[in-house]
């Protein structure tokens, strides 16, 4: 059973930055970052797909940075200018079926992490 596992979550004040990490037990096509705020549906933050391949949620776009190291099977997301409104658990999953369509569909990712909390204040 591949496991994935994330750290780097926390509390942080607004205007703050923490860089999330996840590594995979098994081998990866696609990694991305997902969040669950509380009274709302799980959504999608970033992507990734080889050292090029990217995409991100417009809520995030210029604030986080995705990155995937293939041959270790992790993943990196660094979150600058942290709002209040980032405040979730976010989830790490990963993939070995999916394309550079894929990277923000949530039901393209098989394996899923336990979920780290970040936690912004304002």
């Known amino acids: 059973q591949v496991q994935v596992v994330e750290s780097g979550g926390g509390s942080v004040q607004a205007g703050g930055s923490l860089r999330l990490s996840c590594v995979s037990s098994?081998?990866?096509?696609?990694m991305g970052w997902f969040r669950h705020a509380p009274g709302k549906e799980r959504v999608a933050v970033a992507g990734a797909m080889g050292d090029d391949h990217t995409a991100y949620a417009d809520s995030v776009k210029g604030r986080f940075t995705i990155s995937k190291d293939d041959a270790s099977d992790t993943l990196h997301l660094q979150m600058n200018s942290l709002k209040p409104e980032d405040t979730a658990m976010y989830y790490c999953?990963?993939?070995?079926?999916?394309?550079?369509?894929?990277?923000?569909?949530?039901?393209?990712?098989?394996?899923w992490g336990q979920g780290i909390q970040v936690t912004v204040s304002s």
């Open positions: 999953a990963t993939s070995y079926g999916c394309s550079t369509s894929d990277l923000l569909q949530e039901e393209k990712y098989r394996y």
């Open positions: 098994g081998y990866t096509v696609c």
